[in-house]
């Protein structure tokens, strides 16, 4: 196979697979009970690193 579509077809692969990640994390960080730490401009959850703006 042509390297370069064996590339693209890694890149789709790779895109499909941080894309279900990054759905996992979401669906994680909504339905964590957070505990936030405080920052100068924004809060971080210590459990699943959810960042928050702090809007002042």
């Keep these: ?3 370069a579509i ?3 077809n890694d890149i789709f692969q790779l895109q499909n697979q941080l894309d279900q990640l990054e759905k ?6 909504h339905n964590c009970a957070h505990e936030f730490t405080r920052h100068i401009h924004s809060q971080e959850c210590i459990k ?3 960042v928050e703006s ?3």
């Design 1 to 3: 196979m042509n390297r």
């Design 6 to 8: 064996q590339i693209k």
């Design 24 to 29: 996992e994390l979401k669906s994680l960080q």
């Design 48 to 50: 699943c690193q959810l």
């Design 54 to 56: 702090l809007n002042w």
